[in-house]
């Protein structure tokens, strides 16, 4: 089992309707699109984090359903929920967020179950490890559960949520020592450490602890750290409608993948191949690139890999 801890959230994405720009609402947040597409393709996941009882809310919750998601870890605020207005530009989506007091951000310790399932993988990320309370929270679930189970991390890290670079650098050192699998994307690590060579840095933030460590490259495709090996894969070659979401689901795709193959634990991890991470790589990367096909963070479900 898949148990994804996080914010939800929805994202209002541009839309030209008769010459006038408006904004369509999508079900959202990086770990619950983590949640949904490893839920479309097969994986069995539960949903951790709070969600809004407003109208907003009972969207996000119906769509996860609807992929296959568990809500039995979902605890219901009468907050509103957060929103997040997607803006095009030149080098990307650029993301802003209204996120004062809104349900997902307010999840606190006596939230979270006292026993989670064994063998369960638990995964974190993004925007969730920066807002209080829910941070502090989801930081004591991750060093509760760390060495129990499997700890996957996606910082997602969005700069304009982080006042304080060094001491969001200090934190993720932190998650890093805590983490089996660590999936972070290019564009994180430039912003993190410019200048530096991608490879030293995932080679670094392997030294913490993690069994491996996966950077994404967008159209270049992927390349991961295992044992002292570096193995990288090409992108396919797709025609790209919106690249939002595509991120989380190269993540829910690696840990689908890994559930499949037995393989959602600490030692499991460390019992691949090369022929098989590079086969984990490339089918992250499939499922990301149909991802990219179409608009919204909409992954693809099994039945669309055959």
Not at 26 to 33: A, L, V
Not at 173 to 188: F, N, Y
Request: net charge negative; hydrophobic share 45%.
């Amino acid at each position: 089992m898949i148990i994804v801890a996080g914010e939800a959230l929805i994202d209002l994405s541009p839309l030209q309707v008769e010459g006038r720009l408006a904004y369509l609402p999508h079900p959202g947040g990086s770990p619950y699109n983590v949640a949904l597409g490893a839920g479309r393709l097969g994986a069995p996941v539960r949903f951790l984090g709070r969600i809004s009882s407003d109208g907003f809310g009972q969207l996000l919750r119906a769509h996860i359903r609807q992929s296959g998601v568990d809500l039995e870890y979902v605890v219901e605020g009468p907050e509103l929920t957060t929103l997040a207005l997607v803006t095009p530009t030149e080098s990307g989506e650029f993301f802003s967020f209204y996120c004062q007091n809104t349900a997902d951000t307010l999840l606190r310790p006596q939230d979270l179950p006292a026993h989670l399932p064994q063998g369960a993988a638990l995964h974190f990320g993004s925007i969730s490890l920066l807002l209080e309370p829910t941070a502090s929270t989801l930081e004591g679930l991750m060093t509760r559960e760390a060495g129990r189970r499997l700890i996957s991390l996606d910082p997602n890290v969005r700069p304009f949520l982080i006042p304080d670079k060094a001491a969001y650098l200090g934190r993720l050192e932190g998650w890093l020592c805590r983490a089996d699998l660590v999936k972070v994307s290019q564009a994180d690590l430039e912003w993190l450490y410019p200048g530096r060579e991608l490879e030293a840095i995932a080679a670094e933030w392997k030294g913490y602890g993690p069994a491996l460590v996966i950077v994404t490259q967008g159209g270049r495709g992927a390349f991961a750290w295992t044992g002292g090996e570096l193995l990288r894969v090409a992108a396919p070659k797709i025609t790209v409608a919106d690249t939002v979401g595509a991120g989380d689901a190269f993540m829910g795709a690696c840990l689908a993948w890994l559930w499949r193959a037995g393989a959602l634990s600490r030692a499991g991890l460390e019992r691949l191949s090369s022929e098989q991470v590079r086969e984990l790589l490339g089918f992250a990367g499939r499922v990301a690139a149909i991802t990219c096909t179409r608009p919204g963070a909409d992954p693809p479900w099994q039945g669309e890999l055959a």
